[in-house]
């Protein structure tokens, strides 16, 4: 059999193998292309991203969930539908959000954020917009576009209705601010728990900086980073269907504890629109440091932008247990009658004094 297949037989099989081999090896590519993990080099420094898929989302949303091993959970109106996940629909007095479960511990990190939000109200008939957080709580509805007030962390906020210049028209008086800002505004805030956002002003007191982007009922995607490198903050946007970034805000020295979580939420109130999530993928940022840098970028445990003073936070009292209430109940009462024999034993020593000097 051996000698019937000849040369020719024996350099077709051998063809077959090496065929089959490199077959296995574009496949074994194709998978380590399409799983997103491996390295890949960003702008013109020695800086690295990698894909974190515990903190990120896209179709079909199967991380999505209420159970112990999803990564995301829904709060509110918020619903997952095939191509997207629909924080709040077109409708009033509606609020969603959206949070990962597993908190970040990342040093330095990207968020890019793919977002719609589309509706049938015209010209400032809209509302309210959407925000994108990195706070200590989560799952914690409020009035800060669907999120508690006076949070502790970062938040990014597509704001899509002018509440200052309405309540001036509304007043009657000319609304002339120190710098007119156009509708849709993305802005920042960075809070220690102690501040307010203030929704008469749409944030102009707390916010660290912003810009006008026009992201409503637009035909293409619509894209927002946020980046944090060695405590610089910067936001970017691409709404105009070219594929660039394009600079929106820029904060040096901002300081964020590890160890927070990434949501998203919004609310709709008198007027509405529909806000919509279709992915967030947040990229380990590998960046070189000096020791000079190491030594300045330790670990903090309250939130903070150096240069603006922000308001001191009291830490509440921790509640007692029932064995402390109880030890000091018990101690009080036992000071309290020893206190009260000592008074007696003096006032009768001081009445027998009385009565020697009237003998």
Not at 109 to 129: A, M, P, S, T, Y
């Amino acid at each position: 059999m051996a000698a019937t297949l000849g040369p020719s037989g024996w350099w077709q099989r051998w063809r077959r193998r090496l065929s089959a081999w490199n077959g296995s090896r574009m496949l074994l590519l194709l998978l380590l292309l399409g799983s997103g993990q491996g390295p890949r080099q960003v702008g013109a420094g020695q800086t690295f991203e990698y894909l974190k898929r515990e903190h990120s989302l896209s179709k079909p949303y199967q991380g999505v969930g209420t159970g112990s091993s999803s990564l995301w959970n829904l709060m509110g109106n918020a619903m997952v539908m095939t191509q997207y996940i629909r924080l709040t629909p077109d409708m009033q007095s509606k609020q969603g959000a959206l949070w990962n479960r597993v908190p970040c511990f990342l040093r330095d990190w990207e968020l890019q954020v793919h977002f719609r939000i589309h509706g049938q109200g015209k010209k400032n008939l809209h509302g309210d917009g959407l925000a994108i957080w990195y706070t200590k709580d989560r799952m914690q509805p409020g009035p800060v576009f669907g999120n508690m007030d006076k949070f502790v962390g970062l938040g990014v906020f597509v704001d899509t209705y002018p509440n200052e210049e309405k309540q001036q028209e509304a007043q009657k008086r000319r609304y002339s601010p120190g710098v007119q800002r156009v509708f849709p505004y993305i802005s920042a805030m960075v809070n220690n728990g102690s501040l307010s956002y203030d929704h008469e002003r749409d944030g102009r007191p707390t916010e660290l900086g912003g810009c006008t982007a026009i992201v409503r009922n637009l035909h293409y995607d619509t894209f927002l980073v946020i980046r944090y490198v060695k405590r610089h903050l910067t936001i970017m946007m691409d709404i105009d269907g070219k594929h660039e970034w394009r600079d929106c805000i820029e904060v040096p020295g901002v300081r964020l504890p590890r160890g927070y979580y990434f949501g998203t939420s919004s609310i709709t109130g008198d007027l509405s629109d529909n806000h919509d999530v279709i992915s967030l993928k947040l990229f380990e940022l590998t960046v070189e440091r000096t020791p000079e840098e190491e030594k300045l970028h330790r670990d903090v445990f309250l939130p903070s932008v150096d240069n603006m003073k922000l308001p001191e936070v009291t830490a509440p009292l921790p509640p007692l247990s029932g064995l402390a209430l109880f030890l000091i109940v018990f101690f009080s009462l036992v000071f309290s009658v020893f206190a009260i024999v000592i008074g007696i034993i003096l006032y009768n020593k001081w009445q027998e004094q009385s009565r020697k000097r009237f003998y």
